[in-house]
């Protein structure tokens, strides 16, 4: 048992592609058709809004921290870039205001977060409401529509007639994060962090500092995923993103990102947003209601995060008895070079 729970931990990725891989052939045994390459293209797809909202996530839980104001987030980029588009602005214009956006209630979390060290689950609820409801002032309730077919032309543009190119985008960035956080120093500051605190600043990395990053790279990743929903979907309301935050923090558990920090990749996280976009395609095929959705994704954040919270008491437990183990050593050889004098 021990050894599995080992094998598990140190494959995490692995352990997430064989979850996908039994979940869509289990799906497959009871309905051929969900195997089918278009329908496997179109849950691919449909995964790039939330890889997007997994990647800035994961910066933050690998931090040590977390954020549930991504769905809200999303939510008003989407709806100022869909609005600026529409009234006749750039695209450049709309995604640059978006974005910034983003960025500034990223730095806003991030600031409360270290600066008032305001604990950061209640930060970033305080800041989900604050801007869930600047959406509803913003749109006055009324959806955004009557976006110009051009920008909505461009959730749609394919390579070689399959391969959608926000998701080639999309992968083409997990993996250069990827790199940067295994690879660059500096990468390598977010799990350090989010492993010891403590050994980080004794060590000199700028805790705060990266720990502000880490909420900013989150609130970017959500307004360029509202600048794609706004795209792919067409139109945006008061309500989008609602739900999302649930569904991306999920992802990054689910890819095996720990809620206690330290532990994690994007690619993970990538695999996880994909089980959990997924879901709703996966209940249709399985002649369930899409009403489940909700219900399932929170049963599977629960039992994974007990797994985790059993996974890391493991360690725990290994490494106490490890310098137990240690300590006994050497008293043991103490005792035989005084000659057995105590």
Known sequence: MNKLIQAMTETRELFTVAFLVVLFLGTGLVNSSFLSPDNILLCLNG????ILLAIGVSFVIIAGDI????????????????????????????????????AAIGLVNGLGVTKLRIPAIIMTLGVNGVVRGSIYVYTQGK????LPAVFKSYGQI???????????????????????????NKGKYFA????????????GIPVDRTRIIAFVLCGIFAAVAG?????????????????YEMKA??????????????????????????????????????????????????????????????IQKFFKEKARRERLAARNLKIESTFEETGGER
Request: aromatic letters at 6%; a negative charge.
């Open 249 to 310: 923090i999920a992802a990054c558990v689910l890819g095996g990102v720990s809620l206690t920090g330290g532990v994690g990749s994007v690619v993970g996280a990538m695999l996880g947003a994909v089980i959990m976009s997924s879901i709703s395609r996966i209940l249709v095929f399985l002649q369930f209601s899409s009403n489940w959705d909700n219900t399932i994704t929170g049963i599977l954040l629960i039992i994974i995060v007990v797994a985790d919270a059993l």
């Open 47 to 50: 995964s790039v809004i939330y």
């Open 192 to 203: 350090a962090i989010g492993d010891n605190v403590g050994g980080a600043t004794l060590i």
């Open 67 to 102: 954020d549930v104001s991504v769905g809200a987030t999303l939510g008003l980029t989407a709806a100022v870039c869909a609005s600026m588009i529409r009234d006749g602005s750039s695209l450049l214009a709309a995604s640059v205001s978006a974005l910034t956006i983003g």
């Open 158 to 184: 394919t390579l070689a007639g399959f391969v959608n190119l926000f998701l080639l985008f999309t992968v083409l960035l997990v993996t250069g994060i990827h790199l940067y956080l295994n690879k660059a």
């Open 227 to 243: 600048i794609v929903f706004a795209s792919k979907i067409g139109f945006v309301t008061p309500t989008a993103g609602s739900g």
């Open 143 to 146: 959806w955004v529509e009557n």
